[in-house]
């Protein structure tokens, strides 16, 4: 994981603020700048903010280490990032701003959130035609709070002009599904819940679009389970589409994992999607085909503390199917952690056991006379995670246009952006193949019963 400022080339004035939750897109090849993103900023209310700018990462070493379109780090780029580089704000963020919605019936303990101005957990991603979106929470008009959809270049200007000016694909650019906010729905209305969160898109290579809202909580249960539906338009949807035979891809905690708490764990959706084709784009035999092409995500079992506040996000990696009708098809068979995270809950010896560079300093430190644990094993810095955006990392192809940007190959890399401890913020970067290569197959569909 690397760090992310908000402090651009030459600031107008000293920044105080503070980030979080960064959700990221990358850019198009001809744009000027490689990526967007958008972050939260901690307040000291209720109230909720977020700002927007097109960004840059730099790297520390040669040449070599560099990925495309990347620029060595400046002195100035170290002091902010530290000593392994970054992602910057190349200009000053902007305030993003919604307008506000009205809440139809928040009740009981929801009372409050009424009238709390602003919206939050913002994700932003690329729509199977192209379209630059971004989901957020606030106020619904069927419940306390749901879910809205907007195009972004509806709130960021100078997108449009960008999208439209592809050096080789002169247009207009997509045209607007959510040119306005727009409310999506879950039907029937009465599987409503009083606070919806945590939906997903995904879109097949036709454009087609679908709404994921639910994992089951716990292995077996039988409350809502697994949904999914269409997308009809402006906001609308079919009724859930899950096959009715697919059986629980997700497990229960195993008790050899629990941690002392003893707590066990609940299933969460975390991420946007991406579309993904199961062979490497350096291979001129690969050619993609609704056999080969799968989604995948990030979702997170969430584990509490003794007060039942949340004490880590566990990151799992979600596949299923690209044709109807979606079924699930494997789920990471462990945790997985970036190279300088340790798991909340867990030491580093612990998180780390296996790890032949950790193992070398732990066996030194143990000597020390007065080593305790965790007897200074493997440097980290972000311990407790929560992962908020996925998307194909910037510079895969010069002739990739932006309805490309939301599909991608095994050994193209992935940017993930990763809230760390509810008051700073990080990335990370890996290969598609090697997020998804260590999966437990899931069981598939039951036999249906004869009468």
């Given at each position: 994981m690397r760090n992310i400022t908000h402090i651009p080339p030459e600031p107008l004035k000293p920044e105080t603020r503070i980030f979080w939750n960064p959700t990221i897109i990358a850019l198009p090849y001809w744009s000027e700048n490689q990526y967007l993103l958008v972050s939260r900023i901690v307040t000291a209310g209720n109230h909720q903010e977020n700002i927007i700018c097109e960004a840059n990462v730099c790297y520390v070493g040669s040449?070599?280490?560099?990925?495309?379109?990347?620029?060595?780090?400046?002195?100035?780029?170290?002091?902010?990032?530290?000593?392994?580089?970054?992602?910057?704000?190349?200009?000053?963020?902007?305030?993003?701003?919604?307008?506000p919605?009205?809440?139809?019936?928040?009740?009981?303990?929801y009372e409050n959130f009424v009238d709390v101005p602003g919206f939050h957990d913002p994700r932003i991603f690329w729509s199977g035609k192209g379209e630059p979106l971004m989901m957020v929470n606030t106020q619904s008009r069927y419940a306390c709070f749901g879910l809205w959809m907007i195009d972004l270049r509806t709130l960021h200007p100078p997108l449009q002009n960008l999208v439209a000016s592809s050096p080789t694909h002169p247009s207009l650019g997509p045209l607007k599904s959510y040119a306005t906010l727009t409310e999506l729905t879950r039907n029937p209305p009465e599987a409503r819940s009083s606070i919806e969160k945590n939906w997903l898109l995904f879109f097949q290579s036709s454009g087609?679009?679908?709404?994921?809202?639910?994992?089951?909580?716990?292995?077996?249960?039988?409350?809502?389970?697994?949904?999914?539906?269409?997308?009809?338009?402006?906001?609308?949807?079919?009724a859930n589409l899950t096959d009715p035979l697919e059986i629980s891809c997700l497990f229960d905690t195993d008790a050899?994992?629990?941690?002392?708490?003893?707590?066990?764990g609940t299933w969460h959706q975390a991420t946007n999607s991406l579309r993904l084709i199961l062979c490497e784009r350096t291979d001129k035999k690969c050619k993609p085909t609704e056999a080969n092409t799968v989604f995948f995500a990030v979702i997170h079992r969430k584990f509490p503390n003794y007060l039942h506040l949340p004490l880590r996000y566990e990151r799992h990696f979600m596949v299923w199917s690209a044709v109807p009708p979606f079924g699930m098809l494997g789920i990471s068979q462990h945790p997985i952690l970036m190279a300088n995270e340790t798991a909340s809950g867990w030491t580093q010896s612990q998180v780390w056991d296996d790890d032949a560079n950790n193992s070398a300093i732990v066996a030194h430190t143990k000597r020390s006379r007065n080593a305790t644990e965790p007897f200074g094993g493997k440097d980290y810095w972000a311990y407790f995670t929560y992962t908020v955006s996925m998307?194909?990392?910037?510079?895969?192809?010069?002739?990739e246009e932006v309805n490309d940007k939301n599909v991608g190959y095994l050994d193209d890399e992935v940017v993930l952006g990763i809230g760390i401890d509810d008051q700073a913020q990080g990335f990370a970067r890996a290969k598609a193949g090697d997020l998804v290569q260590c999966l437990r197959a899931c069981p598939g569909r039951a036999e249906a019963t004869k009468d």
């Open positions: 040449a070599e280490d560099a990925k495309a379109g990347e620029k060595p780090c400046t002195e100035d780029d170290l002091r902010l990032l530290g000593p392994a580089g970054g992602l910057r704000c190349a200009s000053a963020p902007l305030a993003l701003n919604v307008p919605t009205p809440a139809e019936k928040c009740n009981g303990r087609e679009s679908y709404i994921h809202y639910d994992l089951p909580y716990r292995k077996n249960d039988s409350s809502r389970g697994r949904t999914f539906a269409k997308v009809l338009g402006n906001g609308f949807t079919t050899k994992e629990t941690d002392k708490a003893k707590q066990g998307a194909y990392a910037w510079g895969r192809s010069a002739i």
